[in-house]
């Protein structure tokens, strides 16, 4: 089993839909997560970063933990074209510097 | 800052032949990671160091990668004899302290003929 699992779309939505990305994980021990998003031929950027169950607003995005599911989630509200990019959910436990990343989500918003 | 660099942007080699990428970190960044990325297995970790020293190479796939970093400022990840299965974009990535944002550079697309 793979430590972080992360459906791959990919996911297209009309612009303004409300987008909702997940991963799964499968180390209680794991305790701080986080949210990048990629541009097509670009390096990742930290999108959301949390470290406790529950949630987390940034303007459109929300950054959902449950840890008793092992379950994370990225909302993100009226989409727009310009969110356009792979997210990749990242997960590290407290006794490591090594941060597990997902596979990524391919996200297309259309006009 | 300008940012995590990586050179070269793009590296076109024939199996083989030994191939070396190259990656300055964010100044005062301690921790640098390097990471390949394939459509197949997403966003691998390869090694990563802290303060020049090499904490964790469990994720380098065989003997024939290599990585140092010989100084602050500087890394390299090496490949010999480079082989068509080591085609991904590698990205290098620095942390200024432990579980803290990681700043990737732009990657370098290796493709192995």
């Known amino acids: 089993q793979k430590e972080v699992e992360q459906d791959p779309g990919p996911l297209s939505v009309p612009e303004g839909a409300i987008v909702s990305l997940n991963c799964t994980y499968s180390?209680?021990?794991?305790?701080?997560f986080m949210w990048y998003r990629q541009y097509s031929r670009k390096g990742p950027e930290l999108l959301m970063y949390?470290?406790?169950?529950g949630n987390k607003e940034d303007g459109r995005f929300t950054a959902q933990v449950d840890k008793s599911s092992k379950y994370i989630s990225l909302f993100i509200r009226d989409s727009q074209p310009s969110d356009s990019a792979t997210y990749l959910c990242?997960?590290?436990?407290?006794?490591?510097?090594?941060?597990?990343f997902g596979t990524g989500t391919r996200l297309q918003v259309f006009p | 800052d300008a940012g995590v660099i990586q050179s070269p942007r793009h590296e076109v080699t024939e199996m083989g032949q030994e191939v070396t990428l190259r990656c300055k970190p964010i100044s005062g960044h301690d921790y640098l990671f390097w990471y390949r990325q394939t459509m197949m297995r997403g966003l691998e970790l390869l090694i990563y160091?802290?303060?020049?020293?090499?904490?964790?190479d469990s994720g380098m796939p065989e003997d024939r990668f290599s990585a140092k970093m010989p100084n602050a400022s500087f890394s390299t990840l090496k490949i010999q004899p480079s082989e068509p299965r080591d085609s991904a974009v590698y990205f290098c990535a620095s942390t200024p302290g432990r579980l803290r944002e990681a700043f990737f550079g732009q990657g370098t697309r290796l493709t192995v003929v």
């Open positions: 160091f802290n303060n020049n020293v090499p904490i964790d």
């Open positions: 180390n209680s021990a794991f305790q701080y």
């Open positions: 949390t470290y406790s169950s």
């Open positions: 990242a997960i590290s436990a407290p006794d490591t510097d090594k941060l597990i």
